[in-house]
Every structure is written in C-alpha cells, then in structure tokens.
C-alpha cells in the first residue's frame, strides 16, 4: 500500500459537507471514496484534514488516502477528476511517507469567510454562492477591535456549535484579519484547530459587535462563559472557505 | 417621463437570454421590464445595447429605460435590486440625457470567452459556469496568429449564427486579445458590433486554428466564403460574458 496525499477544492453547496454519512451518497469524502473504490477495485477510506460543514467550500482541503496501486500520481489524479463531479476537483496528488496522516499532521488552519454590502442593494453576482449578502452595513473597525478579544489561546466552548463536545474546548487562534474590498469585507481566521461551526458563529457574534449590539469588551465576557447562548448567531454555511492546511 | 442609463451584471445560466419573450418570463429584459412595470404601475420597455443568447453572461450590460416616476436614482435602484432575483444586479442607474438610446449611441462592446484546461483534470470548481473546460491543450500562439486574420473591417457572415440575415453583415473586429493565466485562457474581443453567436463562433474556429485542424491563413479563405459551413463550431454559452459597452 501507498500514501497518498491530495489537495482537493469543492463548491460544497450540493452537499452535506465533508464527512460521509451511511446511506447518503451527498459528501465529498463519500465521493472521493466512492471513485478510489471503483479505480482499484477494494474498499477505501480518505482522511480529510477535518470536516466541513454541509454547504461549506474548500479551496485547499487535504486529505491522505493508503491505496493499492501501480498508477502514477498524474494517472490517480486524472482518474479522480474524470469520474468527480464537476464541483469537486483534486488540484494535487502526490505520495507521501507512510506516517503523514492528514487529520493527526496538522498543524494549523486558514478559514475565510466572506460578506457583501452595498447600500445600492448591488449583489454578487457571480459569487453570491460564495458570499453572505447583509441587508445593514457593519461598522468594520469595531470587528476589528472585537476580533482582538478573541485572538490567543482561550476556551472556545460559547462558539461550538456541538453541545455533547465532550473533549477539550480550548483552542488557539493565532490571527484574524478583516480585509474590507469594494462591496466586500472578508474575514481570514488562521488557528491550530476549529470547532464545529467555530468559524461561522465568531463570524455571526463579530457581526453583531460590527452592528453595535455587542462591544468588543463583550468578546472576553462571552468566552468566560462556556455558553453557546451567549455568542452571536450562526453565520450561514455558503460564506465560509477553508482555504489551506498547515503540517 | 425621464430616461434613465443602467448598468446590469447577470449570470446568464437560467436564462433564455437578454431578449423579452411572450410567455416566457426566464429573460433578463423580461424581468426587469416586470420589475420596473411593477415598480412604475404602468407598462415599461428597457432598451438594452443589445442581446445577449441563453446563457451568456454580462459584468456590464447597458440600457436605458424611460420611466414616469418621482423616485431617486439610488430608490430606483434599490427597489430594482430588492425584487430582481439573485443572479441579477444593477450596479448603476444615472439619469441621462432624453435622446440617449442604448443600442443606437453603443459605438462599441467588448466581450470577453473563458477556456480552461489542465492536464491533471483539474477543474474550475468555482467558475466552472463561467468557463469552457477543454479535453485537449490547443497551441495559443497559433491562436493568436489566427485572430490577427480575423481583425479588421470584414463581412463576417461566415460567422453569423443567424442563416437567415437580411441586412449587413460587415462589422469591426478592432482588438482580438487572448491572454493564459495558469490553466485560464481568456479571449477579449472588442467592435464595433457583434452578429449573433459571432463570438462563440469565433473562439470556435480560433480553437480548430490552435488544435491544428485549420491554419491561420484559413481565416482569410473562411471570410470570403460568407459560408457558417466553413467556420468552426458554435463554443457553448457559459464561456462568454459582456464586459463592457462604450459610448
């Protein structure tokens, strides 16, 4: 058997997200699977640096996989793009060392979320499967000043979205970046791990520091206590890209 | 009534083109014509530079509409945006002169056709329906040296999708411009006016000329010909996008 490493960007609309589920044949874990399987015959299992939410989209997800095979990487990752849905496309394969595990390996996580205001009422056209389209303008620096709160090493449990997580809530976020661009404004969070909708609900409870209905010093309140309740809302899954894995 | 520009951005792919059609509401005049009739209380015409086919795109569709109303520029284009569904945006509306009519004062347009291709398979995850995925890598340098036959004052009725047109079809192709990045290759296009299908028909025969299956002297011979039999192919729509009309 090989190792292989992929690189693997998806538009995760139709899906969902990540993690294959019995019986249903909608996750990209599940398709990547499912076409290794029929490329050499036996049963397969990727493992994907994480998971994704349903309707969350990855420019860079990594994942291993230990296939036995004589194809070289061009023939492994031509086969998979051809029998792949056009939504879901491997950008690299290449075999790696026996002991890379993709889950275990990684050492950190680039998130982006993007947001769109215009008081023109102008959409994204284009990328408005990609995009949160707010109906109210966020005062930007006021995010900014919220997001300060939330960088280091804290207890994450207010913004996990998982409320049976029994493991250890803590996690560090080293760096969030708002870079607002015309219309839009995106956030850039880098962190050694994520929890389940962690992204999406810093996302929601920056947004509301951003409309004024929370202040930055509320951040430090929020963390301290370890209630989902207390955070923002969930921001919807289409606004959200892992955009790469660090090992 | 006063005459009001617009600048509208549209992905193309659920439409039946830009062009009204009775009974079918999927067009983009049709819906903003219903949007502004909805908005006015009373019938409405939007004039746009021009047609676009099913499922061609535009960033910069202009038309000027007259409308009997008290309501802002930045109103009209509000509530045009509230009620115009997702994949259609109008990024401008300006108050303009009376004897301005869009199509008539349009001196020139540019259009832009999206190829794509990688030997891996790798696709275009998140512009696939913005882009012509290739099954083989066409020389773009022949290309090239086949669009420089092809620009010029020339009767281009041999790229004409429409067999049965009556008035002219001489026009000005003054800039073919086709630029590689990474596995994208983009066609700009820019005259004075475009037949029907005219761009896709003619990224269609300038890929026989980069697939070797025609030389670029060819181009010449295929004008003369004034024949749509020896063109190439119609390239399918979801590769071409208005990008600009001048004035």
Same mark, same amino acid.
């Given at each position: 058997m090989r190792n292989f490493k992929m690189t693997i960007a998806y538009d995760g609309t139709r899906y969902f997200g990540w993690e294959h589920q019995p019986?249903? +044949?909608?996750t990209i874990q599940g398709k990547l699977e499912a076409v290794l399987s029929q490329m050499t015959g036996a049963p397969v299992t990727v493992i994907g640096a994480g998971r994704t939410d349903a309707g969350v989209h990855a420019r860079a997800m990594t994942a291993n996989v230990l296939l036995d095979t004589d194809l070289s990487e061009l023939q492994i990752q031509q086969y998979l793009n051809r029998y792949l849905p056009d939504d879901i496309s491997v950008n690299e394969v290449r075999q790696c060392a026996d002991r890379f595990h993709a889950r275990f390996k990684a050492i950190g996580k680039t998130y982006r979320y993007t947001l769109w205001y215009a008081e023109s009422g102008e959409k994204p056209v284009f990328e408005r499967k990609y995009t949160w389209v707010l109906r109210e303008k966020p005062d930007v620096d006021r995010m900014r000043e919220a997001a300060e709160h939330l960088?280091? $090493?804290?207890?994450f449990k207010s913004f996990c979205g998982n409320s049976h997580m029994k493991k250890s809530t803590v996690r560090v976020v080293d760096n969030i970046q708002i870079v607002e661009s015309g219309n839009t404004i995106r956030l850039y969070f880098h962190g050694s791990g994520f929890l389940q909708n962690m992204v999406r609900i810093l996302t929601g409870t920056l947004l509301e520091a951003g409309y004024g #209905?929370?202040?930055? $010093?509320d951040m430090d309140r929020i963390l301290e206590a #370890? +209630? #989902?309740?207390?955070a923002g809302p969930t921001a919807p899954p289409q606004g959200l890209c892992l955009m790469k894995v660090d090992y």
């Open positions: 019986g249903n +044949d909608m960088v280091g $090493e804290h207890d #209905r929370l202040t930055p $010093e #370890r +209630d #989902r309740k207390q």
